[in-house]
């Protein structure tokens, strides 16, 4: 089993002070006193300020996975409103524009590194390309939100005169300056790099989805070859390999899962339940005497307060509509509702809302969750589930049911009907304020490669190729029949659900969503490129609520139900500013060489 990669070193403590500065760039973020022989003299040295900088970057840019699916209908917040999904942001709001420390942190390694006089040969190689790997991770960050970046490919100093810098030209010009960067990664990083590190494949899974975003926004289809030329590499030369076990690779047990091509690792020794929201804001709050007053049920079994967390961040009806259901009868792999099992046994009562057939010794649960994608169980806990050892049940009267905080409605339990699983570790004795805990993110991994593959075939219009690479996932995680789709609409069906339920909550569908949105055609519900998204407007997110005895339910969205607890059916797309994030004004008044972007 792999060692996790200790990041923290008391060294840097001691070299590295950073400082806060009011001018537009930071040009001196860890002070004049840090001793740069010191630091760049030896590998050891050296690696401590890489190391350091990568756990900034992907702590600082690529966690919190659990908020982003609430900005598409996958997930809702239960806890106040998003200003995304209903663009209540405006030209002021600063969506993460700067990051001038990350790219500086970046810039250091890669001059200071190639200028060393302690350092190998390989080792400043090989640093640099950790330096250059990182930039881009930044600015690919970035490119999605805003398009143009302001590129700094050099350490600023206090009397640098050109630090009011321009943004690059366009968008093409930002994409092509990051794949510079992962092209130069890719040919002098190792073939293997502990965990939470890059290795060569590292950045060519990266390059497959930066050229993916990069075709979309510039208009330029060479990319897509780019795209699949880097997923091969990853998938044949590689030493990953898709993991049987889907749930494990997001909780302890397969941590280290050799299907992970880049994790953000957080230890125990610095790490509580409360610093994860993936963790901590995902867990209800409900206490035993509140089941016991109200006489819901099944009551805790454990002799403690198993459930005390911040739930806030629950999956919804919308999302789970999209895990197909094995046919008893046919073998197919069908939507819930189209399968045998339900159109036998089912009988439509009302807007939506079925009951089981009299005479049918069957429940509910049996019938729409029964022969599921296998990734079902492992992404969402829904009613009938065990979680942390206990029966759970969102059913009415259930343990986990909407209304169960004293009969009212409460933030910290569920309005959907699921909780998420996927991402939630086994934390002894449960997830609970200062609770010490081992974490980890999935930030790319051969899964999301595969499908990076598939995309850009289809977009070549080669359907057969497309589909067998989204065959991959689709049987070996979600144990459903392979895909037969020969038809390009009938693939880029199968693709969109694919991506979606094996990728989600891991920071992917929203900017996969305005990919597809751009694109058009196809992608996008045969609706022109650049228009209005169709599952960021159009599709509402739902709920389900099933009865007490289990023999009916309804599956709905709050707008049909009337209600608004939520706010998760007011959703806004506007094509002329949405797919891209404002420039902050803020920074456009520092600098008079920035210019806005468009609709803003």
């Not at 299907?259 to 409900?286: F, M, S």
């Not at 806030?312 to 919308?318: E, F, S, V």
């Not at 920071?507 to 694109?519: E, I, S, V």
Request: hydrophobic letters at 35%.
């Amino acid at each position: 089993m792999k060692n996790i990669y200790i990041i923290f070193y008391a060294l840097l403590l001691v070299l590295i002070t950073i400082s806060c500065k009011d001018n537009l760039l930071d040009t001196d973020p860890y002070g004049s006193k840090y001793q740069e022989e010191l630091v760049w003299g030896s590998r050891t040295n050296a690696d401590a300020f890489v190391n350091q900088t990568y756990s900034d970057v992907l702590n600082g840019l690529f966690s919190d996975f659990v908020t982003m699916e609430s900005w598409t209908s996958n997930g809702a917040y239960c806890h106040g409103d998003e200003v995304v999904p209903d663009e209540t942001y405006t030209r002021e709001t600063d969506f993460g524009f700067g990051k001038f420390s990350l790219i500086r942190q970046c810039n250091l390694i890669i001059e200071k590194a190639a200028a060393s006089e302690g350092l190998s040969e390989n080792d400043k190689t090989e640093l640099v390309a950790d330096g250059k790997f990182l930039r881009a991770m930044v600015y690919f960050w970035q490119a999605r939100r805003f398009g143009r970046v302001v590129w700094v490919d050099k350490v600023l100093t206090e009397n640098e005169e050109s630090y009011k810098l321009p943004l690059t030209q366009n968008t093409a010009e930002t994409y092509s300056k990051i794949v510079k960067d992962l092209d130069d990664a890719i040919a002098s990083l190792p073939e293997t790099a502990l965990p939470g590190k890059a290795s060569k494949y590292t950045a060519a899974a990266i390059k497959s989805e930066v050229c993916l975003q990069a075709a979309a926004y510039t208009g330029d289809d060479t990319y897509y070859q780019k795209a699949i030329d880097a997923a091969d590499m990853v998938i044949d030369e590689g030493p990953f390999s898709i993991d049987p076990n889907y749930g494990s690779i997001f909780n302890e047990q397969g941590r280290f899962s050799n299907e992970i091509i880049l994790g953000l690792y957080r230890d125990k020794a610095n790490t509580v339940c409360n610093d994860i929201q993936d963790l901590q804001w995902c867990v209800p709050n409900l206490k035993r005497d509140v089941l016991v007053s109200n006489g819901f049920y099944p009551v805790w079994k454990a002799n403690f307060e198993i459930f005390e967390a911040w739930n806030r961040h629950t999956p919804t009806q919308t999302l789970v509509d999209n895990y197909l259901i094995i046919d008893e009868n046919t073998g197919k792999a069908l939507p819930w509702n189209q399968t045998s099992q339900f159109t036998e046994n089912m009988e439509l009562i009302g807007d939506r809302e079925w009951k089981v057939k009299d005479g049918v010794d069957l429940e509910v649960n049996d019938i729409i969750y029964g022969n599921a994608d296998l990734r079902l169980d492992q992404t969402v806990v829904r009613d009938g589930s065990t979680w942390f050892g206990e029966d759970i049940a969102t059913r009415v009267k259930g343990n986990l049911w909407r209304y169960a905080y004293n009969g009212a409605r409460q933030w910290s339990i569920s309005s959907t009907g699921y909780y998420w699983r996927k991402g939630t570790y086994n934390v002894s004795p449960r997830v609970y304020v200062g609770i010490p805990t081992d974490y980890h993110y999935v930030i790319i991994r051969l899964g999301r490669v595969y499908l990076n593959k598939a995309e850009a075939l289809l977009r070549q219009n080669k359907v057969s190729e497309a589909v067998e690479a989204l065959n991959v996932t689709r049987v070996q995680h979600g144990g459903l029949p392979a895909s037969t789709a020969s038809s390009l609409q009938d693939a880029w069906t199968d693709y969109k659900r694919e991506r979606r339920v094996e990728l989600v909550k891991e920071r992917d569908f929203y900017w996969t969503l305005l990919r597809w949105g751009k694109y058009g055609g196809e992608a996008n519900h045969g609706r022109e490129a650049g228009g209005v998204v169709y599952e960021m407007k159009d599709e509402v997110p739902g709920v389900i609520l099933i009865s007490e005895n289990r023999k009916s339910f309804y599956a709905r969205t709050y707008a049909d139900e009337g209600e608004n607890y939520l706010n998760i059916e007011v959703r806004v797309f506007s094509p002329d500013r949405r797919y891209l994030f404002p420039i902050p004004k803020s920074h456009i008044d520092r600098n008079e060489n920035l210019t806005q972007n468009p609709g803003w």
